[in-house]
């Protein structure tokens, strides 16, 4: 196989879990991969540590004092230079010298580089669902116009894409999974750590007991999401604008063992699943080298110490948030919208001992019935509606305490 020039790479998040599963692919192919950027938030120590080792062009901090901050920390021999403000991250995403962006920044705050990234055409890896659950319809016809090339590294996505034939692959959010002669799509989730908890023992759960994923390492949000299955109702929402799917096409299966990561049923009965270990160095390879294939670092599945496979429903009793996302995705982009910037809110609040964990769901359900939603033509109205919604989310969780 022909090796192709050394693609340059911006990794948004490069301080989290996806950015390190990235950084760890790439460095097993350097003859493919440059780090030309690396994003982050606030992070400087960590920010610092990954420009010692990978020695970026740039180095970008979302926040203006951590980016002051490893300015002054960062050794000037090394020659990277450090920015910052949302105008130069844009630029940076959609400048000539980029050619990969990974999009792995959680939760909104990923919503504008990554659009702008979609916009100027670049080939863009998406790890951020709220992109998506923001912006579908904005997002993809952007996409479509500019010719970018959209891959879904979330593991589920990521699976789904795998088993769908090429004509799938290469018109996502316009395809036609009847004439792929797809019967549905089966979206797998964990069910998490609390999967076995009796009912009246879940108001009482932890924080750090949420972030125990049985499975995964994962940031602590994500973790309380797969708890709580929002991540599940977010990539359900996901699914939706990446595959275009019927209401009746796409479904959640509840999967404790994470080793088949989605699944594709066919009209003929076919079942194509993509199996492999829970790590996200999978997905992130078959994205970064699509449409071939690279090594990953990824101990390889052995099915004689693979052990029983089971599967059963996500009950609405024991999962509300995911049946609540399900309902705002039959609603439209504004309720979606919505349940995103509510959920953000919440788990930000139990995550610092705000509420309990079963309040998450009510604070999500209080937005999705409270919040005005009026129609979304623009990022500008999706921000806008993002806004107002935390606010009302905020007013919920001081009320609780």
């Known amino acids: 196989m022909p090796i192709e020039r050394t693609q340059n790479v911006v990794i ?3 301080t989290g879990s996806i950015g390190a599963s990235t950084l760890s692919v790439m460095s097993m192919h350097p003859q493919r991969y440059s780090v030309y950027a690396l994003v982050a938030n606030t992070n400087v120590d960590k920010m610092l540590a990954l420009c010692l080792v990978h020695q970026p062009v740039i180095a970008h901090m979302v926040d203006e004092n951590a980016a002051m901050a490893l300015k002054a920390a960062m050794p000037p021999n090394l020659g990277i230079t450090v920015t910052t403000g949302i105008d130069t991250l844009i630029d940076l995403v959609t400048s000539s010298q980029t050619d990969t962006v990974m999009a792995a920044i ?4 990923g919503l504008l580089p990554t659009f702008a990234a979609v916009k100027a055409g670049k080939r863009v890896l998406l790890a951020n669902k709220e992109a998506l ?3 579908g319809a904005l997002f993809m016809q952007a996409r479509r116009q500019s010719g970018a090339e959209l891959l879904p590294v979330d593991s589920e996505h990521n699976a789904i894409f795998q088993c769908l034939p090429e004509a799938v692959q290469t018109n996502l959010g316009f395809c036609s999974l009847d004439d792929a002669g797809v019967s549905s799509i089966l979206l797998t989730g964990s069910g998490g750590p609390f ?10 759960m932890t924080p750090a007991q949420a972030c125990k994923h049985p499975n995964w390492s994962m940031g602590p949000k994500i973790s309380v999401d797969s708890a709580t299955m929002m991540n ?9 604008w990446l595959f275009n799917p019927r209401a009746e096409q796409l479904k959640v299966v509840v999967h404790p063992q994470s080793v ?6 066919y009209r003929d009965g076919s079942v194509l699943a993509q199996m492999g270990n829970p790590d996200m160095r999978t997905p992130i390879a078959h994205c970064m080298s699509y449409p071939n294939r690279i090594e990953s670092g990824v101990e390889a599945l052995d099915f004689f110490k ?9 009950a609405t009793a024991r999962f509300p948030c995911l049946h609540l996302a399900i309902q705002a995705c039959a609603q439209g982009q504004e309720a979606t919208t919505v349940l995103n910037a509510a959920n953000e809110v919440a ?15 009510a604070i999500n359900d209080s937005c999705l019935t409270q919040v005005p939603q009026s129609s979304l033509n623009s990022i500008d109205d999706i921000l806008q509606l993002d806004s107002l919604t935390r606010q009302h989310a905020w007013q919920a969780v001081k009320r609780i305490r």
């Open 232 to 240: 599940k109702g977010l990539e359900f929402i996901e699914a939706r």
């Open 106 to 109: 959680v939760g909104a705050a």
């Open 133 to 135: 659950v923001m912006s």
């Open 260 to 265: 088949i990561h989605s699944m594709v049923q």
């Open 347 to 361: 788990v930000e609040a139990f995550l610092a001992g705000q509420i309990g964990f079963t309040q998450i769901a």
């Open 195 to 204: 999967l076995t908890v009796p009912l009246e023992r879940l108001a009482s």
């Open 12 to 14: 948004l998040g490069a």
């Open 306 to 314: 693979l052990g029983d496979l089971s599967f059963c429903e996500a």
